[in-house]
């Protein structure tokens, strides 16, 4: 209590970067605190290993510690320590120096990349931009400035896995008990500096259901567009953290809550602010969380393509309502909610070419009849189409019956996948854009690709 006044007095005073410094840490045994050593990765802890054999401090510090000591899995561990960028490299055969802004070493075990930081130091003439926030940082100190300046007191632990060693100097340990999330030093200093913190000030209360110390969601609101500054691949690897965290509408509500989502992406505004497609992300989003959850891989490509479908089908209904062919319409308006996405979001292009292949599979689901089904088998993305589809049947966008008979399609043996064509025909089912545009104009072939039937109207939209 005395330490935390004093140190509450000193901050009064000194406001610049080194206020926030502790050069004590509070030590703890870490298997007293509920750490299991078998938890730790062989490669972290040959990483720390090799480090100290050579003379070096290192720690395994950051997300790691925090989950373990909340009884999480962790996904990756990270590695603190006072070697220079050059001499971890010196060190590990399979490794390789990465960063201008933040350089660091990743040290490579098989599949396993261990990502190895240098103690970095408190600058009290940093180099920034007009906004604040730190353009360069590559200068080395020690290890109580590299805990002072870690963006959060849960995130600021250093675990020796060799000597089951917790070092805590910012009473992160406390404020895991109390499940509270405090940023260390000036809140809106920090933000400043990096307002990627921001967004996982949202990731952290709805992945982990803790609340936000009064004085670190003070400033959030009116520094929230300060996210805009943000380099769209950087914004892009954030997003992705946040919408894979196994919690995602829940991060994406608590975006809401403290006036993050506007201007974040087009598509969290349509997401959160309007009814139409409100159900379909919800379905793809609480499905992404299932798969999280129970460690199942996840495709960013399909991921992003079930997010910014909205704004496509929107646009294309609007096309097509216009007088526009159906897919040249839906190619246009993927390219311009990709063009208008890439302003603030640098997705990469392998994902790019997966959503739009998703994307553009979609009328082709709604003509069964002739050659078309079986065509449909031998594309390389049918897996990530028909997941599509029934995604978007289930959001109620789509007939049921349009899901279940491809279901029954991909699962059938050939002659009763000819059985099934010969159904859908009969029935009509299968030509339904042909046969309501033939109705319409009563004469002629027509092509299903051409139809605006085969784009979903107004009574479709999810809501």
């Not at 098989?110 to 180099?127: M, N, P």
């Not at 931009?129 to 600021?156: C, K, S, Y």
């Not at 509408?249 to 989502?261: D, I, T, Y």
Request: charged fraction near 30%; aromatic fraction near 6%; hydrophobic fraction near 40%.
């Amino acid at each position: 209590m005395i330490r935390r006044l004093i140190d509450r007095l000193l901050n009064r005073k000194t406001r610049g970067p080194r206020a926030a410094i502790r050069e004590k840490a509070r030590e703890y045994k870490g298997s007293e605190l509920g750490v299991i050593h078998g938890a730790i990765s062989d490669a972290a802890f040959r990483t720390c290993e090799t480090l100290q054999k050579a003379g070096h401090q290192a720690f395994v510090v950051g997300g790691g510690v925090r989950d373990l000591l909340l009884g999480l899995r962790p996904k990756d561990f990270d590695v603190a320590t006072d070697a220079t960028p050059e001499q971890v490299r010196s060190l590990f055969r399979r490794s390789r120096v990465i960063g201008r802004r933040f350089q660091i070493v990743h040290v490579m075990f098989g599949r396993e990349t261990i990502e190895v930081s240098t103690f970095r130091a408190i600058q009290d003439e940093a180099e920034t931009d007009e906004h604040g926030r730190v353009l360069r940082d590559n200068v080395w100190g020690t290890q109580p400035e590299d805990a002072a300046r870690r963006d959060f007191t849960i995130n600021a632990l250093y675990y020796d896995p060799l000597a089951d060693r917790i070092l805590d100097y910012h009473d992160g340990v406390r404020d895991l008990k109390k499940r509270s999330l405090r940023i260390i030093g000036d809140a809106e200093q920090r933000f400043r500096e990096d307002p990627v913190r921001m967004l996982r000030v949202a990731r952290f209360v709805a992945k982990l259901g803790f609340s936000i110390e009064p004085r670190t969601r003070t400033p959030i609101r009116a520094l929230a567009p300060l996210i805009s500054n943000i380099p769209s691949a950087r914004l892009f690897d954030e997003m992705l953290k946040l919408l894979v965290s196994g919690h995602a509408m829940a991060c994406l509500h608590e975006l809401r809550r403290e006036g993050l989502h506007h201007g974040l992406m087009p598509m969290l505004d349509m997401i959160l602010e309007q009814p139409d497609g409100e159900r379909f992300v919800t379905t793809a989003l609480e499905r992404t969380d299932q798969r999280v959850l129970a460690g199942k891989p996840i495709s960013p490509g399909f991921l992003f393509a079930s997010l910014l479908w909205q704004p496509v089908r929107i646009r294309w209904q609007q096309a097509v309502a216009a007088g526009a062919p159906a897919i040249p319409a839906l190619s246009d308006a993927i390219d311009a909610v990709l063009d208008e996405q890439a302003e603030k979001l640098a997705v990469q292009r392998r994902h790019i070419a997966d959503m739009r292949e998703i994307w553009m599979l979609q009328p082709r689901f709604e003509r069964r009849t002739g050659r078309t089904p079986y065509a449909l088998l031998e594309h390389i993305r049918l897996r990530a189409g028909y997941d599509f589809l029934v995604l978007r049947c289930d959001a109620g966008e789509l007939p049921a019956e349009l899901g279940d008979w491809w279901t029954e399609f991909l699962d059938a043996a050939p002659d009763e996948r000819a059985a099934l064509i010969a159904r859908a025909s009969e029935s009509g089912s299968g030509t339904g854009p042909r046969k309501r545009r033939r109705r319409s104009r009563g004469h002629g072939r027509s092509n299903a690709s051409d139809s605006p039937a085969t784009v979903p109207g107004p009574a479709d939209h999810a809501g």
